[in-house]
């Protein structure tokens, strides 16, 4: 019976192919997969797709491709069938990994030390100081434990004859672990019963590992409790998701080089209660970016001085600094000769025939033999694509060979290997596969029992039947490695057993600066988004309700909106706007200051910064106020349009506020938190109620739903009187309601209550000045209404002013005290 499944799959014979063998049988560990996805109907495989794909976008995958059309965030890539080895596979596998792992471990130690295998040649000296990746400072250091190849990872690909080979060794910030964890957990529960019935590794036990490890390696002292870090580049990094998810997974916070710095012989952590000794980082920056005093000057991303505390010993590097080096293309030639050398053992797992050219021998083998071969770069510093030989015609083949006679010691040549091929899941067709080239990339982290192996990886495919390389910046997608158990399946988990919403905030006033920063204005950037889309729905509103009419209603509402500079002000000199483009563009232009567009890259900005403190709940919710946000730039550009996007951004926007205050740890950073909110709440009812009180007083007076509805507080004024609004109940209800969220002595209440306790738990905190503003607004005898209105509209204002100013020097005065870390009690607080 031919199968549909296999209809339009290829099979080569001079490819390996990993599910099938060469009469068309399906492999044996291969089988029960093929079985359940021929037993599966079309709806059923299409609702485990969408599955897959939905989790993705919802839980916030990224793969950043720098110049990518898409934008920064691309959602990741993942094809739902698993890459599988067979038991028996994986045990020959892992050993080998583990072993070149010391190989390479012990290679660093000697270069960075003794420097025997120079001596005796069996390393060019040119291959290893003639690259940037050799760091002259780092020489004579010792890492704790001797460990400088903390965590490992390995290219693999399989040649026709099923020989597995490394094509390129990651030793310097191995990549895609965190990936490789997501693509279990969303390809677990695409395929459950399967993957419990065909008894699946786990890889908890790996992470566990990579935990433990960091805690154990850290030098601390005095029966510390050893303080370990993420260290992120920040949000632009192509694998920024990947640094947020591992640290929230492993439990260790997420920095950034500015949240740490040196005080003589030790790394310390920024945080509001002062700096916090850190004894081990798990790094994510590049070697020469690290530490911009000695490596490399013009870095941003490092911290000044830890060199200096790595001569020390007191701080352990995940990996050490230098540690680069054997990423080379060009060392693994060598390779052979260092493990009988440095371990007495034969190489187990081999590399790909490699050629380093600055050797006259090899190159002129590469030069001979150029059609058989891949030429790379020698050093991951190169910007050099692989180039196979076979493609290259004419001139351009004359020009590489020129190139490499120039400058010999830039390039390696490697065997080219065809890879295999393994089965995807063709979604321009139904329950059809296609076969597509596949390459694996796998992980070891040290222990105290040596290298441990994640019984999984990170398979990566090829976008198209005829790529030549595996690459997720071309198209390319991943898969999920299933290695399955010879007897039962260890069932211990890092992650909870249920899923509910996590704290945003998990710890107090140890969070790093810039945390608290970030939480802070992600507050401050949502109350803006929900205010300002609050008065641009009911301004549209409006101007629809009164077929573009300006009543004095409409006049009040554009007037407030130039003072709190949602609209910006009309150019008499410019040529004359519709209001309706004003509008259209105060909610969809992102060059436009304020406007909803900006208000929402500035809230996503903030978010991003904290993704490892924010539950999948909260998330999600930013996931779909962002794909608002791009459906307003593809979206239509009628006022109704804007009116259906003000709709939505309101309900993301409200969901938003509820998991800020119902689902955050109430501690120190959420303190902050809802610092920002209420300030920035307070100040846009400050210059909202006193521009209208100030110009619009008098001639408005006897119509002022508008501004209950801009101030959302329309509700509970109508529950409690049954009469149109007037200037006596709303100003009671906008300004002196201290039971009014919406309110103004609402906001002084709740604002005086966090800083009172921040105050007494970090200190100076200035309270007394927003205390005195607050209570002269909250003092105003409303009396004066009925007897001198226009005064007393008058006078309320210019309260409503300075309590506004109070606001912005509150804002001005937290962030210089507890965020920039200027102020000599910062400088001088060392909280060990």
Request: net charge negative.
């Amino acid at each position: 019976m031919v199968r549909t499944l296999l209809s339009i799959y290829s099979h080569p014979p001079n490819r390996f192919d990993e599910m099938m063998v060469g009469d068309g049988l399906i492999r044996p560990h291969w089988r029960e997969l093929f079985e359940h996805l021929d037993g599966s109907s079309p709806e059923a495989m299409r609702q485990r797709i969408d599955f897959a794909e939905r989790s993705i976008l919802e839980d916030g995958v990224a793969y950043n491709v720098y110049g990518d059309p898409d934008g920064q965030d691309r959602p990741w890539a993942l094809d739902p069938l698993p890459f599988i080895l067979s038991a028996e596979e994986w045990h020959t596998l892992e050993a080998g990994i583990a072993q070149r792992a010391r190989v390479l471990n012990a290679m660093l130690a000697d270069l960075y030390g003794e420097q025997r295998l120079l001596s005796q040649g069996l390393l060019p000296p040119a291959l290893v100081f003639g690259q940037h990746g050799f760091l002259w400072p780092c020489v004579g250091t010792q890492p704790p434990g001797g460990v400088f190849l903390h965590q490992y990872a390995v290219d693999l690909a399989r040649s026709p004859d099923g020989q597995w080979w490394v094509i390129a060794d990651r030793t310097q910030t191995p990549t895609g672990s965190g990936y490789a964890l997501e693509n279990r957990l969303i390809v677990s529960r695409v395929f459950p019963r399967l993957f419990r019935d065909m008894r699946i590794e786990r890889l908890a036990g790996f992470y566990a590992a990579l935990q433990s490890s960091l805690e154990r390696l850290a030098p601390v002292e005095n029966g510390e409790r050893p303080r370990v870090v993420v260290l992120t580049p920040g949000p632009y990094n192509a694998t920024y998701f990947e640094h947020a998810y591992l640290s929230r997974y492993l439990g260790f916070p997420l920095v950034e080089g500015q949240d740490l710095t040196v005080r003589g012989d030790t790394v310390y952590l920024k945080t509001l209660s002062g700096l916090q000794r850190v004894h081990a980082i798990m790094r994510r920056v590049n070697d020469d970016f690290c530490d911009p005093l000695e490596l490399r000057g013009e870095s941003a991303l490092g911290v000044p001085g830890l060199m200096n505390v790595v001569r020390a010993g007191r701080v352990f590097i995940s990996n050490a600094l230098g540690s680069g080096l054997p990423g080379s293309s060009a060392v693994m030639g060598f390779l052979p000769a260092l493990a009988r050398e440095l371990l007495g053992e034969t190489l187990s797992l081999p590399s790909v025939a490699t050629w380093w050219c600055g050797e006259e021998p090899a190159m002129d083998y590469a030069l001979e033999h150029l059609d058989g071969l891949v030429i790379k770069p020698a050093y991951p510093t190169q910007r050099l694509e692989p180039v196979f030989g076979h493609t290259l015609r004419g001139a351009e083949r004359a020009e590489m060979i020129s190139r490499i006679r120039a400058r010999p010691h830039a390039y390696v040549a490697q065997e080219w290997v065809r890879l295999s091929q393994t089965p995807v899941w063709s979604r321009a067709h139904e329950r059809r596969l296609l076969a597509r080239n596949v390459g694996l990339r796998m992980y070891a982290v040290a222990t105290p029992d040596g290298y441990k192996v994640m019984p999984g990886g990170l398979a990566r495919v090829a976008g198209s039947s005829n790529a030549l390389v595996l690459s997720m910046q071309r198209g390319g997608t991943a898969k999920d490695i299933w290695v399955r158990a010879e007897g039962a399946v260890d069932p211990f988990s890092l992650l909870k057993k249920s899923v509910s919403v996590s704290d945003l905030v998990r710890s107090g006033s140890n969070l790093s600066s810039r945390v608290v920063e970030n939480l802070f204005w992600l507050a401050r950037y949502s109350e803006r988004l929900d205010v300002t889309a609050r008065l641009l729905r009911v301004a549209i509103a409006q101007h629809i309700d009164n077929a573009g009419e300006l009543t004095p209603p409409l006049e009040a509402l554009l007037t407030v909106a130039e003072r709190t500079r949602i609209l910006g002000p009309v150019d008499p000199e410019a040529p004359a706007v519709s209001l309706e483009s004003r509008l259209c563009a105060a909610v969809q232009d992102p060059g436009a200051e304020n406007s909803i567009s900006d208000a929402c890259r500035r809230l996503l900005w903030a978010a991003s910064q904290v993704r490892e403190r924010l539950s999948l709940d909260h998330w999600h919710s930013l996931n779909r106020l962002q794909r608002d946000l791009q459906g307003m730039r593809t979206g239509g550009t009628e006022l109704g349009d804007m009116g259906m996007l003000l709709d939505m951004v309101l309900q993301v926007s409200s969901s938003l506020t509820g998991f800020s205050l119902d689902n955050m740890t109430r501690d120190t950073g959420w303190r902050f938190h809802v610092l920002g909110r209420r300030i920035e709440r307070l100040a846009f009812l400050c210059d909202a109620i006193g521009g209208f009180l100030t110009l619009h007083f008098e001639r408005d007076s006897d119509n002022l739903e508008w501004l209950l509805q801009v101030t959302d507080s329309i509700i509970t004024y109508r529950s409690r009187y049954a009469r149109s609004p007037e200037i006596l109940s709303v100003i009671d209800l906008s300004v002196m309601d201290e039971s009014n969220p919406h309110g103004v002595a609402f906001q002084i209440v709740e604002l005086i209550a966090e800083l009172s306790a921040l105050d007494a738990e970090l200190g100076e905190l200035p309270v007394e000045p927003i205390r005195r503003a607050g209570q002269a607004v909250r003092a105003f005898d409303l009396h004066r209404f009925e007897q001198r209105p226009r005064q007393a509209a008058t006078q309320l204002a210019e309260s409503l002013s300075a309590l506004l100013a109070e606001a912005h020097a509150l804002s001005d005065k937290i962030a210089m005290r507890f965020f920039t870390h200027v102020d000599s009690v910062s400088h001088l607080t060392l909280a060990s």
